[in-house]
């Protein structure tokens, strides 16, 4: 077992905010997969762990989600066309929309203090539930109501496709997509799709007068798949089941809606990729810190991280992002190659993207193996 895992375990433990992120795009390659890698089977999310706390946490409408890792070691390919979730009533072409993972979440006073991709920052409670659609943090959250996850109207829908209209009168939503409708009633169980009458768990209703509507539900009628992933982490594998992308929270509610036929990059690309940039890194900092300490010999540590480097690998996936285990954390997007690192320190973890020549690069080893 690797040395540098067991000891990121006990990191994780102790501070329960994990690694630290930022990307970048991958350029001269055709967004491919491997053609020996078993991919076939796994569902790749739209858009967005530790572990579980309460029971009370985990909606009995919510599921947990993650991949298998598999490297091909041919590195051959062929666009995959089976990474996405199965066909629903609604049968509009999609478009890959934008994903931006990137946030900040601190710790302060009690609260956690979120900086979501659009630079909007929002407190929440520790019950804070971040919810990703199609690979991005959205600046809202789910709530909990009867055990059944409900999500805010506008913002579920719209990220989905649909265009929404309310009839103040009724106090009914209609929501539109293509040629297709669903007509919902605040407070009522009952629900029409294209005319057709229906029985929901929980019913719509309004939360600090916002709309809320039952997330998983709404979303895979909108033909979207739903996850709720807790960071569910297989020791023995050691690889992520239901990694979370917004660390330091009990779960992450993750909506994805992606069309099969969309060519994306293979783990061989992704893990080979992130190699050689973690190999790049390596040689910058090293020249970099053997300047500022003449006198000192990091040889040893040195040494353990290029092991890590060594032993790139998928430990994941998250949405449209694989995660991949290097001398830190990265996320690749699938589709498009984008990298970002995921990081953390005692009072705060974050994604960011990574960019060629940020001198933030260099922290990425500072931060991770202490260097002094």
């Known amino acids: 077992m690797k040395k540098f895992r067991t000891m990121a375990l006990v990191l994780a433990a102790v501070i329960i905010l994990p690694y630290n992120a930022r990307s970048a795009e991958v350029s ?10 078993a991919e076939s089977s796994t569902t790749v999310p739209d858009e967005t762990g530790s572990q579980t706390t309460s029971e009370e946490q985990i909606p009995a409408d919510t599921v947990s989600a993650g991949e298998t890792s598999t490297t091909s070691s041919t590195g051959e390919s062929t666009p995959d066309i089976s990474a996405a979730q199965g066909q629903s009533l609604f049968n509009e072409p999609l478009k890959l929309p934008n994903a931006n993972p990137t946030y900040n979440l601190e710790l ?72 297709d409708i669903i007509k919902m009633t605040i407070g009522s169980n009952q629900v029409y799709i294209n005319g057709v009458e229906s029985t929901i768990d929980v019913p719509p209703d309004i939360y600090n007068d916002l709309t809320y509507l039952p997330l998983r539900f709404v979303a895979e009628t909108l033909g979207a798949q739903v996850t709720y992933n807790t960071g569910e982490y297989d020791p023995v594998s050691m690889a992520y089941q239901s990694y979370k992308l917004v660390q330091g929270v009990s779960a992450n509610a993750v909506i994805d809606q992606y069309d099969p036929s969309w060519p994306v990059y293979s783990k061989f690309q992704a893990q080979s990729t992130i190699t050689a940039l973690s190999q790049k890194l390596f040689d910058q900092f ?18 353990f991280i290029l092991y890590n480097i060594n032993n790139t690998r998928i430990v994941g996936s998250v949405s449209r992002y694989y ?33 060629e020549g940020d001198p933030q690069n260099m922290n990425l080893f500072t931060d991770t193996y202490f260097f002094k």
């Not at 300047?291 to 040494?303: E, I, L, R």
Request: net charge negative; proline share 3%.
């Open 28 to 37: 001269g390659q055709t967004a491919v997969t491997d053609e020996t890698a």
């Open 108 to 179: 302060k006073s009690g609260s956690l203090n979120v900086t979501y991709p659009n630079h909007e920052s929002s407190a929440h409670d520790s019950k804070y539930i971040p919810l990703i659609i199609n690979g991005t943090l959205v600046d809202s959250e789910v709530l909990l109501v009867h055990d059944r996850t409900l999500a805010p109207l506008r913002v579920l829908t719209e990220a989905l496709g649909g265009s929404v209209d309310w009839n103040d009168a009724e106090h009914s939503i209609t929501i539109t997509k293509g040629n």
């Open 286 to 303: 090293t020249q970099q810190n053997n300047a500022n300490n003449p006198d000192k010999d990091y040889t040893s540590k040195y040494n």
């Open 323 to 355: 995660v991949v285990e290097s001398f830190c954390l990265f996320l690749f997007d699938k589709y498009t190659g984008t990298i970002y690192t995921a990081g953390s320190n005692s009072t705060s973890n974050w994604v960011r993207r990574y960019a």
